[in-house]
């Protein structure tokens, strides 16, 4: 095996941990993100992205390597190959291992991505009927359902569905109330959920990688604040932080409800009230464009790395 390409694989490899390992914890650590969250989300989204990346292409570089000294043209003879039906001889057991590694990454981030969208839309589904059953829709196109325990939650899809209980009703002032709406129209117009689908995808599939869980939580958390802004930029920060407190303290004298409460996870909810409170202001616009510039960087990591196997 050409040295240029063991090394090529190395690195792209090395660059895979770093990704998952080291970038991916500051990143959740990070304070500025709560202050430009889309920014951010951008980030963590190409963050993983460039760690897949550079995997298939380490196991690619692998695999090819014994077709051409460059790899770019090992790829082209691969595909040659493939495509005209020819027997692969001058790959070994290692290489077409690799091979089959890099179309079992590729197939199985596809496949849990799709098989995650397919539950949550069956779930969904299931829940819009429940819904369209029990609850009252007013002329605002809310759904109000009678419980006490006070809620608010989005059910995206084509036809998305706002639903909050009288519990949330009779807990908030008219004012406080518009805010929750329109913070869970801003999760429906947004569609929040497909943002969020690979990351909770990946959560769910490797549960263990610190890497997976951190960015679902921090994806989750910046869709929120998401949400928060789009009900500030109407109803002010303070009325929409003090129905976040309210209803959180809502929901700890009434018990537990197995629906989102404007996402109001009690470990992010202080983070919340106090950046709707302070109102810090956004990111400097250069900063903006430095993180703007390195999610754009990242996905062309595997490209960098194999530039000295192109020759």
Do not use: K
Request: with cysteine.
């Amino acid at each position: 095996m050409p040295s240029a390409a063991l090394a090529a694989a190395v690195c792209l490899v090395a660059v895979t941990v770093v990704l998952l390992g080291p970038a991916a914890g500051r990143l959740s650590q990070a304070r500025w993100v709560e202050r430009s969250p889309r920014t951010a989300l951008v980030l963590w989204q190409t963050l993983l992205a460039a760690a897949f990346s550079c995997l298939v292409a380490a196991l690619l570089t692998l695999a090819v390597a014994p077709l051409a000294s460059p790899v770019p043209h090992g790829l082209h003879v691969f595909t040659r190959q493939v495509l005209a039906g020819e027997p692969l001889r001058d790959l070994g057991g290692v290489q077409l291992a690799c091979l089959a590694g890099a179309i079992a990454v590729v197939g199985w981030s596809a496949s849990i991505t799709a098989c995650a969208f397919v539950r949550q839309a069956r779930r969904r589904r299931g829940h819009r009927r429940q819904v369209d059953l029990l609850a009252t829709r007013n002329e605002d196109g809310v759904h109000l359902i009678d419980h006490a325990v006070p809620a608010a939650y989005c059910l995206p899809g084509l036809r998305p569905r706002i639903v909050i209980t009288s519990g949330l009703v009779g807990l908030l002032d008219t004012r406080e109330l518009a805010a929750v709406i329109d913070h869970e129209r801003a999760h429906a117009r947004g569609r929040h959920h497909l943002l969020l689908l690979p990351f909770s995808a990946l959560a769910s599939a490797l549960p263990h990688l610190p890497a997976a869980r951190a960015a679902h939580t921090g994806a989750a958390r910046l869709v929120e604040m998401l949400a928060d802004d789009a009900a500030r930029e109407r109803h002010g920060g303070a009325a929409v932080a003090r129905a976040l407190v309210r209803v959180a303290e809502g929901r700890a004298q009434a018990g537990p409800l197995p629906t989102s409460v404007l996402g109001a996870a009690e470990g992010a909810l202080t983070a919340r009230v106090r950046r709707l409170t302070r109102q810090a202001s956004p990111i400097a616009p250069w900063q903006r464009a430095l993180v703007y510039g390195a999610a754009l960087a990242l996905p062309a990591g595997p490209l960098a790395v194999l530039i000295p196997c192109m020759t």
